[in-house]
């Protein structure tokens, strides 16, 4: 069996057995070029100009000498000739091999094109030069032209089956939403201009010829449906809710005010460790999570759908799944979920259209969320640098201002000084997100944080409910509410309110746990205090309640320890100070938190 060139997706070469064979990438470029022309050979200096600087021509033809000459070592060690050299050509070898774009020509089905077609050609090659750009870009649009040629050409012929239709149609939407026939082979009938309002949950899923007329958006949000990650018991339900992202992703590709990414790339998406670039890379502005949950005998599906811009919960739902209603549930399951969708973007977009307005300043702002995902001052420093280049670029952008709060608090809250210009900034950087937007939940949240930290109670509380009432899904919201209830001595409230604020956010910033692990301790549950602390990334922050925990469970030995961390990080610190700025409201949980601490041996 020859050799395999891959090129769709990642640029591999391998064996008659699949395995990847280990080859220099430029050499690969040029099978890859010899194959996609379908030429013997090309000349040195062809190669040199594409597949290096095409500006510098001595040190494009120095560089070719060393891949020359790594490719023949390599070759000499596999005793395999896959590329032969001349002083003035490059020539394939006599080893045969095959290529997946070889099957990408006129003629092909479209259940071929469809099944090669899910990755972009050389997807993750990254060209040094214009010349190799405009050459993978013009591949792309072949295929892309290929494909929707015979997407369209299935039409009149029954000889394609309805996936292949819907996995093309969806694929070259992804890129081209604005698409109006590709749209009419997938939703069966002439697309119309819908709107994303005319679809309302939990009533069924309009189809597109009950919809209104909407100007389609110039750049629609795009939005990505994650399948769940499942384990093999759950195999069954997995099955379901692939079918059910599909049925949903064809539903709302009715829609032109929205562009969809297709299944295919969402399912590689679900399966990497940093989603959070991969959204910003490909401008991604909704995330639609789902996860099952195993209850023995039947399953519940739990969708969210999160706006990525602040990271915010605008929608969740639970569906329970029994096993013998996994049909007959899908198509409702799916209109509701469509419908959810639907409507919330478009509700959102309406309050939230100016996040990507400047560009610069959208980033700005998302480096700095991303840096507060950690309670470490350095990164918060540098966090509220990035929101005040966000403002120099839109001085009225409510979530930067509001960014700008969460650092000042942070950095009062880690500090653990009792410094009150701190809480002060945080304020007043509050109360102007609040007033350059008073429709977005954050600026509610950081004034609730601070007045809770002033000891205002109530006011933190009515804070906490408006931004709560404006969100409802606000994994972030409802954490803040929570640490207030745990503050003011109802802890037993604030654990069952961060519990669901995690059970919203799986991945949650330290600090959920931190005010998990406060509640705990309140409640006198000290296992499991230190048990959510071990759940932190950076537990630091957390010391003094680590000590207090250990020495109530009597292990004064550990507790010790924690006291010689605090003050490592601390060394000024002083027990009757800190004391003086927690803010507890009844007498006997200062009291419980104290009588832990002194225990310890602070």
Known sequence: MPARLQTLGHLRLLDEGGDEIVFPEKALLILCYLQTRGVPDMPRADAASLFWDDANSTASFASLRQTVSRVQKRQRELDRTYLTFTDTTIARGPEPIDSDVDKVRDGASLDVLADLLTDDFLKHVKPGNRALSSWITLQRSAHAALLRRSLLESRTSDGSTRAARATAALRLLESAPEDDEVRAVLTGRAAATTSLMTLRPPARLLMPEEVDIAPARQNPPRVVLLPPVTTLTQRNAARFTEALIEDVTIGLCALRSISI?????????????DRATTYERHKISYILETRLRDEGASHTLFAQLIFFGSDEVIWAERFPLSAEGLARSRQMIAHQIAGAIATEVERNELVRGDYERDAGSYHSFLIGQSLLKKLDLRDIRRA????????????????????????????????????????????????????????????????????????????????????????????????????????????????????????????????????????????????????????????????????????????????????????????NFDLDSWMAIVPFKEEWQRKHYYDGLKKAGF
């Open 261 to 273: 990414i297709a299944p295919h790339t969402a399912a590689q998406i679900s399966l990497q460790a």
């Open 384 to 571: 509220r640098k990035s929101f005040r280049e966000a403002l120099q670029a839109n001085s009225g952008f409510a979530p930067a201002m509001s960014g700008l709060a969460r650092s000042y608090f942070l950095e009062w809250l880690v500090t653990a000084r009792g410094d009150e210009e701190l809480l002060h900034q945080a304020g007043q950087h509050a109360e102007r997100a609040i007033q350059c937007d008073d429709r977005l939940p954050s600026g509610y949240r950081e004034l609730g944080v601070v007045k809770l930290y002033a000891r205002q109670f109530d006011e933190s509380a009515d804070y906490l409910d408006r931004a709560e009432a404006l969100s409802p899904h606000y994994a972030n919201v409802i954490a803040s509410y929570a640490d207030t209830l745990v503050q003011a001595s109802r802890p037993d409230v604030g654990l069952q309110k961060i519990e669901h604020a995690i059970e919203l956010n799986p991945l949650p910033p330290d600090e959920y746990f931190w005010t998990a692990a406060g509640a705990s301790y309140s409640l006198g549950l000290y296992q499991q205090a230190l048990d959510y602390i071990a759940r932190m990334k950076d537990r630091a922050p957390a010391d003094r309640l680590s000590a207090a925990s250990w020495s109530m469970l009597g292990e004064t030995k550990k507790a010790r320890q924690f006291i010689r961390r605090t003050y490592d990080i601390h060394p």
